[in-house]
C-alpha cells in the first residue's frame, strides 16, 4: 500500500502512506493523518518513522536507512506486520 521512489543520494525514503489513512488500528483508532500512523508505529511495533508534515506533505512519512542492514530487514518487518492488521 505504499507508494515510493528509489532514494537518490539520500539515506531516506519518502513513502506516501494515503492508502492507509482512514483505516482503523486494531484498538480501534483512526488513522487520520502521517502523524496518527507514526505514533502509532511507535506504539504498535517499536518502530520509529518521522510524520511527513514538517517536509511539507501529511501524505508521507520519513524512513532513514543509514542502519545496518540486519537492522533495516527487522524495521520492514515489523511495518508490513503493522501495516497488515489495518
Known sequence: G???CEPKGAFYA???IT???GLKTPNGQTITSA???ADWLLEAEKLVV???EPFGSSDHVRLSFAVSDATIREALIRLKRA???L
Open 2 to 4: 505504499m507508494e515510493c
Open 83 to 85: 501495516l497488515d492488521s
Open 35 to 37: 502523524t496518527d500512523l
Open 14 to 16: 519518502f513513502p506516501r
Open 50 to 52: 518521522v510524520p511527513g
Open 19 to 21: 492508502a492507509y489513512i
